[in-house]
């Protein structure tokens, strides 16, 4: 068992995915705002090591955000870019 507690996962939000042209990104300066095809009641993705493990909602509370993990990834519609 202390093999496995020696394990690092990387752990990922993902907010929503976005598509601009290459040129458009380098003109992208600090505080630019790149624009998510998400809205604030979808649900996110959330990754182990890049991989897609499950779904959840977010939650604010003062100044926390958290996941709540709702339901398991279904890895074919993360791959097909689903929302």
Known sequence: ??????????????????VLPMSQLLKMGRGAVIPLNATETDEVWILANNHPIARGEISISDDRIAIT???????????AGSA
């Open 1 to 18: 068992m202390s093999q496995i507690n020696a394990v690092d996962v990387e752990i990922s939000v993902v907010l929503g995915r976005s």
């Open 69 to 79: 993990v709702t339901r398991p990834a279904d890895v074919y519609d993360y791959m």
